[in-house]
């Protein structure tokens, strides 16, 4: 917001309850925004980059995965530069 103030809440969960979360939530007729931002594929989605690795990047890269529904998200800066792909 224009007085610095973060207009989302943060919450932790385990990866299996988020998506759990995200489904439910996808049967409201309003549904809640809801983002899991910068998960480590490697660590919490074991197999996933070797099943579908990515030439654009090198090797070295640790692979990360933002999962969520419909969000609206301003032009910003990242630390990490990113790959997109929406599915």
């Not at 309003?30 to 899991?36: C, D, G, N, S, Y």
Request: net charge negative.
């Amino acid at each position: 917001t224009s007085e610095g103030q973060l207009n989302f809440a943060r919450h932790e969960a385990p990866l299996a309850a988020f998506l759990q979360y995200l489904l439910a939530e996808n049967q409201q007729p309003l549904p809640r925004t809801m983002a899991a931002q910068g998960v480590n594929v490697t660590r919490f989605v074991p197999g996933f980059d070797q099943a579908h690795p990515l030439d654009l990047v090198p090797p070295c890269t640790t692979a990360r995965m933002w999962i969520g529904n419909r969000a609206c998200v301003a032009t910003h800066s990242d630390d990490l530069e990113n790959v997109a792909c929406v599915v």
